[in-house]
């Protein structure tokens, strides 16, 4: 991480946990939001208007949080709006790396690190993917997923699809509280089992996954064909990116093995339903997957990738 604008030492992936061995994701640092006029947003300050061309995101195809603003981008129909650099799937001793295919255009940086620096010299923290960049002003405008999806959705409704929200009117609570079991138990849940210090902690995560899994197929089973019925929301967007990343990732690697999204027929189906949307392929890499997950040497020694499964998102 960097600690004052100085890379302090070689990357790893743990971010803090408490005394019980819980994993602790670090809260996002840079909150400021796009508004339609530039007013400040809910966090941070003004100057930030809506325009197209004038705002880039960078991602790594491994990360579901960074995935989740990629497929919001695609579902608006902004991807000629919001601009996209993507990054190394595979961590390296100072984090997020820049590839010869997609060089970064701001500053010529090798690592991800460098914009945060750019951004704040004195910034301590992790530089975390996603980050939403301001070509106009060359400063960050945010890292927070959640807050990127809002404002994807809310700002640019000018340059969006006609009609096309992911918070349709009188859903946002009900998408706000599943959201948060979403996030705890199942985005989240299997980062907390791969990371878990002990057993205990692994056991309550892989717990949490699980009974949300046994849920989420009976819901779509009983009202899909999305979380929400026939309206594809935000919800969506977020477990597609988790279920999209289980059996190729988080079955193996983070021991979420007591059953596969394959062997959940109703999920199967909704994984590849939302799969096969406009644009929503271009979001997922499942070479990229692979080999960022089990490119994490701390989980993964060795660092050999599985040659399984097949293809989750195609029938067989
Ligand atoms: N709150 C952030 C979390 C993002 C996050 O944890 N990203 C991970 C990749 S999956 C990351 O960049 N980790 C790098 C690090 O922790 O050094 C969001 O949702 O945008």
């Not at 604008?5 to 796009?34: K, L």
């Amino acid at each position: 991480m960097l600690i004052k604008g100085v890379w302090s030492e070689p990357w790893h992936p743990y971010q803090g946990d408490n005394q019980d061995g819980d994993f602790r994701r670090q809260p996002a640092t840079v909150r400021n939001w796009i508004t339609p006029d530039g007013q400040a947003g809910p966090t941070g300050v003004n100057e930030f208007a809506a325009e197209p061309g004038r705002y880039r995101l960078y991602v790594s195809l491994l990360c579901p949080w960074a995935c989740r603003t990629l497929m919001a981008r695609q579902w608006l129909g902004l991807s000629k709006v919001i601009k996209v650099t993507i990054l190394d799937p595979v961590m390296g001793l100072q984090g997020w790396r820049f590839t010869s295919v997609d060089p970064d255009p701001v500053m010529g940086a090798h690592y991800l690190h460098q914009l945060y620096t750019r951004n704040d010299p004195r910034f301590t923290g992790r530089s975390t993917v996603p980050v939403l960049w301001d070509d106009a002003r060359d400063i960050m405008v945010n890292n927070e997923s959640a807050d990127i999806l809002r404002m994807l959705d809310s700002a640019f409704a000018p340059w969006s699809r006609p009609d096309a929200t992911l918070r349709p009117e009188g859903l946002s609570t009900a998408i706000d509280d599943l959201n948060a079991s979403l996030y705890n138990k199942f985005n989240n849940g299997v980062y907390r089992a791969g990371f878990a210090r002990n057993q205990t902690a692994y056991e309550e995560a892989v717990a949490d996954v699980f009974a949300l899994l046994d849920n989420l197929e009976q819901r779509i089973l009983d009202n899909g064909p999305y979380l929400f019925g026939a309206t594809f929301t935000e919800s969506d967007i977020r477990l597609f990116v988790t279920l999209a990343r289980f059996d190729a990732a988080y079955h193996g690697l983070f021991k979420c093995n007591r059953r596969r999204i394959a062997d959940y027929p109703a999920l199967t189906v909704y994984l590849r339903r939302i799969y096969a949307l406009p644009g929503i392929a271009e979001t997922v890499n499942l070479d990229h997957i692979k080999a960022g997950y089990y490119g994490l040497k701390s989980l993964n020694p060795n660092g050999i990738i599985p040659t399984g499964p097949d293809d989750p998102f195609v029938a067989a």
